[in-house]
């Protein structure tokens, strides 16, 4: 079965920057689109960013973007999130998810990891 | 504010049906993108559990079913269980804004 491993969160101040990893397993990542999609604290869900297969793709929310930058290695199974000129509103537990496309229009995250927390102090 | 609009909150006794309902516009739902909705344990990550408006995957009880019309969906849950307690959260693309769109979420209590 797939799993999903985040590393990377922290504590940073503002206007610093951190880089996430995600480590996948018991999949084939080089085919699937991947995801980061975060969560702040007491709050809901919200989509950040996403990566084709070959990382010639790359698509980001308009709150991020310019700012953060999603990539892969496919030869690690890995897949990034570099985040600078961090804001207290990019407080959130971070999560990297496995993105279905084609069988449904729009896609959806099937495979999620448990979270990595990112706390940006002001 | 999501473009997804969700009721805050449901509730049901043991055993009951309760449904949630995800309300769109014709630049999602209405605009023919799938929904899809999550469960989302306490202190736990989310986790798929109807996808393409009516699917389920692998391992999801079959009290849990989708539907989808017009500019909204609803998931529906018969035969509530304790364990069922937690947020939902539905999901969908938005072409106006041009991203991967999540309901406000609703949390489930079980009576």
């Known amino acids: 079965e797939a799993q999903l491993v985040e590393s990377g969160g922290g504590l940073v101040q503002s206007g610093g920057s951190l880089r996430l990893s995600c480590a996948a397993s018991?999949?084939?990542?080089?085919?699937?689109?991947m995801s980061w999609v975060r969560q702040a604290p007491g709050k809901g869900l919200e989509w950040v960013a996403n990566i084709k297969q070959d990382g010639s793709d790359k698509y980001y929310v308009d709150s991020v973007k310019g700012r953060f930058t999603i990539s892969r290695d496919n030869a690690k199974n890995s897949l990034y999130l570099q985040m600078n000129s961090l804001r207290a509103e990019d407080t959130a537990v971070y999560y990297c998810?496995?993105?279905?496309?084609?069988?449904?229009?729009?896609?959806?995250?099937?495979?999620w990891g448990q979270g990595t927390l990112v706390t940006v102090s002001s | 504010q999501s473009v997804l609009t969700q009721p805050p909150s449901v509730s049901g006794a043991p055993g009951q049906r309760v449904t949630i309902s995800c309300t769109g516009g014709s630049s999602n739902i209405g605009a023919g993108y799938d929904v899809h909705w999550y469960q989302q344990l306490p202190g736990t990550a989310p986790k798929l559990l109807i996808f393409g408006n009516i699917n389920r995957p692998s391992g999801v009880p079959d009290r849990f079913s989708g539907s989808k019309s017009g500019t909204s969906a609803s998931l529906a849950i018969t035969g509530l269980q304790a364990e069922d307690e937690a947020d939902y959260y539905c999901q969908s693309y938005d072409n106006s804004l041009s991203g991967w769109m999540f309901g406000g979420g609703t949390k489930l209590t079980v009576l």
């Open positions: 018991g999949f084939t990542f080089s085919s699937y689109w």
């Open positions: 998810a496995r993105r279905v496309v084609g069988a449904t229009k729009g896609g959806y995250f099937d495979y």
